[in-house]
């Protein structure tokens, strides 16, 4: 079996990683895979980057699509149909994760040249523009009013068309014979209501590499990354951009400021999202912690989880996020957002806690509670590794990518 997979990078972002981390695992076990992205990152013969002359635009079309406020469609974008189908049919099947620059009205091109899969790593298939819909469900009818418009990261966006958008996705979407992914049971479940309700849905779930991603020494952990010995040390993914309050920033700086104020400070590893982390050191002064940093290599990563004693993700949506995965991998607990498909990823109380988003007032006494008792938290880490080892390893991940592929491609 020969896959092509599309992503927007080899390795940035949580779908580039498990579009990586597919290719990798298919080619493991004797299948071939290529991965063609707009950013390449990774030296490997396998990944290639996809020429700029590929992923243009027409001048006029990307001046309509940004009037009419429709970017989401890239019907501006001359990708797929400018690598021409000579290209596509050197494959068994196309795998999209996060496509660079991918004008969804020649989906239905495409998926007549080779069988068309679409792994959904958020809601901006099915929705008008925004990535996710939180409380709003007019993305089931035909959007418009979006309530994220203005909002990061549709700042720029000057006019409203989530309604334009959705009815031309539903359209481009109709005449396409697709099987769509959806990373969580969360995710899977909201398809039969969308634009996307006409096509075969499937749910595999994402995984973690619990070789990279494993318990080692934390004392050795800590002097690696220069944390000291003794802190009680949280970890956290913190959005470099100021605006995007989706990832939870704004409750894990009260958090921090409020047990500050009590005498009782907690150490942060904060890890920046975005080439631009540096910005964040001005929001965490008075707070100890190490300069905020991104990490590229899950090496780095694993030892930056081993030298904490609690994980946080308190994130006001999300889907399946591939952080939390691996920090459980790690034996970490983890203190997460009940939004998305995170309850379907940490039992409650079992292999880490669960809290109402925005509220860092549960983030705070979920964390005391567990810095109080050594031995439920270490237990809980234990936990949270064996839920990965038993549900979410990538073995089990790429098995089922290889029968779902085959049974389509058998079709």
């Known amino acids: 079996m020969k896959v092509l997979i599309l992503s927007g990078s080899d390795s940035k972002g949580g779908a580039a990683k498990v579009a990586f981390d597919l290719g990798r695992g298919l080619q493991d076990l004797g299948h071939q895979a290529e991965l063609h992205c707009a950013e390449k990152h990774v030296d490997e013969p396998w990944i290639h980057q996809l020429p700029a002359a590929l992923l243009g635009s027409r001048r006029i079309a990307r001046e309509v699509v940004d009037r009419l406020g429709i970017p989401s469609t890239n019907y501006q974008a001359t990708f797929p149909k400018s690598a021409g189908r000579e290209f596509f049919e050197r494959f068994d099947l196309i795998h999209l994760h996060d496509p660079p620059a991918f004008n969804l009205s020649h989906l239905a091109w495409l998926s007549a040249i080779r069988p068309v899969v679409w792994s959904l790593h958020n809601q901006a298939a099915f929705t008008g523009n925004c990535l996710f819909s939180y409380q709003c469900e007019r993305w089931k009818e035909n959007c418009g009013k979006c309530p994220e418009f ?95 309050k989706r990832k939870g920033t704004d409750a894990i700086l009260s958090c921090l400021k409020s047990q500050r104020d009590l005498g009782g400070d907690w150490f942060l590893i904060p890890l920046g999202i975005g080439p631009d982390a ?115 390893s990538r073995e089990r991940f790429v098995e089922s990518h290889i029968t779902l592929f085959e049974g389509i491609i058998s079709r």
């Open 150 to 244: 203005g909002k990061f990261p549709l700042t720029w966006i000057v006019r409203d068309g989530s309604g334009l958008a959705i009815r031309l996705k539903r359209h481009s979407y109709a005449k396409a014979k697709i099987d769509v992914i959806a990373v969580s049971d969360w995710l899977y479940q909201k398809l039969p209501s969308s634009i996307l309700q006409t096509q075969k849905h499937h749910l595999v779930n994402n995984s973690a590499d619990t070789e990279a991603f494993r318990p080692i020494d934390q004392k050795q952990a800590r002097k690696q990354m220069g944390v000291p010995p003794d802190a009680k040390v949280v970890i956290a993914s913190l959005a470099s951009n100021t605006l995007d």
């Open 278 to 392: 540096g910005c964040l050191a001005k929001d965490l002064q008075g707070i100890p912690h190490l300069p905020p940093q991104h990490l590229d290599s899950d090496d780095a990563l694993n030892t930056a989880f081993n030298a904490a004693d609690v994980g946080w993700h308190p994130s006001l949506a999300d889907n399946a996020p591939l952080s939390i995965l691996e920090m459980m991998a790690a034996g970490l607990p983890v203190v997460a957002s009940r939004v998305g498909g995170v309850p379907e990823m940490i039992s409650n109380e079992v292999s880490g806690i669960l809290i109402d988003p925005d509220s860092p007032e549960q983030l705070q006494k979920a964390t005391h509670d567990l810095f109080s008792d050594d031995h439920r938290r270490l237990e809980m880490g234990k936990f949270a590794r064996q839920r990965i080892l038993e549900k979410f």
